[in-house]
């Protein structure tokens, strides 16, 4: 296909709708020579003559009239992309695609979105709920714009915007008899929201003492599940693992049933219902402290869309 056949169509446009090619020299500020210069080369280039100069005023060869109407609509196509553009820039239209867990998409990013929706009414908001490693394939493949996860995707291929900290705790049922042997080490979910378990002088609990309890445990493929697993081999132990789930919330409500231990974060238990079926016990920090962010891929042209987003995310205090 020849790509140039178009090129230099607004010259030919402005003969044609002065029927003139002194008037039209005249709206494109050239001379009448150099305009019939340019022409003569553009007919030469596509292979056949667009005016008939045999008549006054000038008219169209059979050529011409369908060279114009394909002109006419490259030029509706650029207007459509031109206002398209002018939406996109403005926000007035467009949309955004954003992954994260469930517990991101119900407690991290509702105050972000109400920030931009109000902002932002036509920009239309895609949540997508995945684990962490099929979220960062997700952003990977552009198929998402934003990812808000606790696990630290590979830096030469992602940018991030840090939200806020959390850490991991350990929620067992209050009925399993090994808290009575623990209760140096207890925190309850008060003592979770005042952030008792963050000073640095309260004790870590020795996690071997529950190796003979039932845990639940998230599938692999996020960044819980690793820490657990690392934890777990830390203290030298294989956990009996009862449920394989996919999400914090379901593993912590389970647990206020009884149905074993699980690793949780303190946002998510500052952001759930007080239960006093749960006792916490703070773990190792260097293991279980993490940072909760929103990435998106470095490569990728940062739409005005994405920026916003983050700008409005930045302004949050968690």
């Known amino acids: 296909m020849n790509d140039k056949l178009f090129n230099g169509y607004g010259y030919i446009y402005e003969v044609y709708k002065t029927k003139s090619f002194s008037r039209a020299a005249e709206n494109l500020f050239i001379s009448q020579s150099s305009l019939s ?65 469930s517990n991101s998409l119900s407690h991290t990013i509702p105050p972000i979105i109400s920030g931009f929706t109000k902002l932002y009414p036509g920009i239309s908001l895609r949540l997508i709920e995945g684990g962490s490693y099929q979220l960062e394939k997700q952003l990977s493949d552009g198929i998402l714009d934003l990812v808000i996860d606790n696990r630290v995707f590979p830096p030469e291929h992602f940018s991030r915007l840090p939200l806020f900290q959390e850490c991991l705790l350990l929620a067992v049922p209050r009925s399993f008899s ?19 378990h963050r000073q640095d002088d309260f004790p870590v609990v020795p996690l071997d003492a529950f190796r003979n309890e039932p845990f639940l445990f998230l599938r692999s493929g996020n960044d819980t599940r690793h820490r657990a697993d690392k934890l777990c081999s830390f203290y030298g132990f294989t ?10 919330l379901t593993a912590h ?66």
Request: include cysteine; glycine fraction near 6%; charged fraction near 25%.
């Open 178 to 196: 090994i808290n009575e042997k623990l209760q140096t080490w207890q925190l309850t979910s008060e003592d979770v929201h005042n952030m008792k």
């Open 239 to 248: 956990p009996h693992v009862v449920l394989k789930l996919d999400q914090q």
């Open 253 to 318: 409500n389970l647990a206020c049933y009884g149905m074993g231990i699980a690793f949780i974060s303190d946002w998510v238990i500052n952001h759930s219902k007080s239960d006093n079926n749960l006792i916490y016990y703070k773990l190792n920090p260097e293991l279980t402290n993490r940072e909760v962010s929103i990435f998106y891929k470095s490569s990728r042209y940062l739409t005005r869309g994405m920026r916003e987003f983050l700008r409005i995310a930045g302004e949050i205090s968690y």
């Open 37 to 101: 210069a340019t022409i003569k080369k553009i007919e030469k280039r596509i292979g056949v003559e667009i005016f008939d100069r045999s008549t006054t005023p000038i008219g169209l060869t059979e050529y011409g009239v369908e060279y114009i109407k394909s002109v006419e609509k490259i030029m509706d196509i650029e207007a459509d992309f031109q206002s398209h553009v002018l939406q996109l820039d403005e926000l007035l239209t467009g949309q955004l695609s954003i992954g994260g867990s």
